[in-house]
Structures are given as C-alpha cells and as structure tokens.
T-cell receptor, first 112, second 113 residues
C-alpha cells in the first residue's frame, strides 16, 4: 500500500501567500517527518510530529497531524521565493524499526 | 551545527564495477540509514544499521549491496557489481535513537554507464 501521499503534486503561489501541503498515510505511525529538497540536492529536515501530537510550529511552519484521518498538513506562512522546493512527508511506521516511508512530494514554486 | 557528510558528491562508474559510497554520520548518533532516490521518483529506504549490524533492509538491498562501519566515524555502502538501474542519488542518514529525527546528508549522485 502507498504510504505518505502528498497533495497537491505541484503548487504555485505568489510571495507573501500561504502554502498548504497535505499528506495522507495508511498505517499506524510513531511519527511523521516533513523534509524539504531543493532541486537535486539533499533532504533538509523541517519538523517531526509524534503520533500523540496534534500540532507543531517552527518559525513560519505549522504542521498538523490527524491520526483518525491518517493525514498531516504543512503550512508555510508568508512564503518567500527561497521556499521554492519539493516538500516530502515521511512516516515512521509503528513497529517498523525506524525506516521512513516517503511520499512523492509536493513541488512548491513561490513567485517573487 | 553537526551534520551528516557524504563523499563523493558525484560518482560515474561502468556497469559491473564496484563502488563504495561513504558517509560520516553525526558523531553521537547510534542509528544509521541508507536511502536512494532514482531521478523523478520517491526516496526509498535501503537499509538501517545499529550496533554494528543491519537492523532492517528492503527488497532493493540484495546481495550486491553491503554496509559497513569500518571505524568509529565512517559508514559505507558498497555496491559490488553496479547495474544501470543503480543510477540514483544515494542518501545517508543518522538518528540519535529510534523514532527520532533522521538527519540526511547531501547525497552522492551515482551514474552507472
């Protein structure tokens, strides 16, 4: 089964707008992690949210987790051109020894 | 801030050759991982490593792959006889403990010709 499916696949917004990306998953998790990847580069960790948490903030980032719906969202407020990147959710599934299952990602383009 | 490093950043090799990808995890981390990302595709888990042995491996991680922690700092991925389909970006990651943040290195882009 697919784990960590993001939508939309691509999102284009103007600088200053908010960007919301969603992630759905199918099995129970220990935690869910969001990463950013600039084109062809490494994965930068953004936020980890545990299964017993509902919301976390880090600077302009807000992540929510709804375990009943098996979904998470990443909100970037007041976006900047430098936020242009691909964003991935990755789930650490319950009793699965720590491996992360990544989604296909959302490609965010922030136009100046 | 401590970070995971990987060398080389790019590697080009001929099909059938052996390659070794190197990683230096964050120094106090205990869990180590390799992932790969074929161009345009998802990041895929390959293997996890703890206490000097493999904890878990995926179907991709067949007999052609091996991992080693030869000393207190390096963590390597060896592909014995590369295939065209091994061309991908290979990421090393480390975490302090299970269920904790995994920090990724910048990746090694492997091209098999």
């Amino acid at each position: 089964s697919q784990q960590g499916e993001e939508d939309p696949q691509a999102l284009s917004i103007q600088e200053g707008e908010n960007a919301t990306m969603n992630c759905s998953y199918k099995t129970s998790i220990n935690n869910l992690q969001w990463y950013r990847q600039n084109s062809g580069r490494g994965l930068v960790h953004l936020i980890l949210i545990r299964s017993n948490e509902r919301e976390k903030h880090s600077g302009r980032l807000r992540v929510t987790l709804d375990t009943s719906k098996k979904s998470s969202s990443l909100l970037i407020t007041a976006s900047r051109a430098a936020d242009t990147a691909s964003y991935f959710c990755a789930t650490d599934r319950y009793n699965q020894g720590g491996k992360l299952i990544f989604g296909q990602g959302t490609e965010l383009s922030v136009k100046p | 801030e401590p970070e995971v490093t990987q060398t080389p950043s790019h590697q080009v090799t001929q099909m059938g050759q052996e390659v070794i990808l190197r990683c230096v995890p964050i120094s106090n981390h205990l869990y180590f991982y390799w992932y790969r990302q074929i161009l345009g595709q998802k990041v895929e888990f390959l293997v996890s490593f703890y206490n000097n042995e493999i904890s878990e491996k995926s179907e991709i991680f067949d007999d052609q792959f091996s991992v080693e922690r030869p000393d207190g700092s390096n963590f390597t991925l060896k592909i014995r006889s590369t295939k065209l389909e091994d061309s991908a970006m290979y990421f090393c990651a480390s975490s302090l403990a299970l269920k904790e943040t995994q920090y990724f290195g910048p990746g090694t882009r492997l091209l098999v010709l």
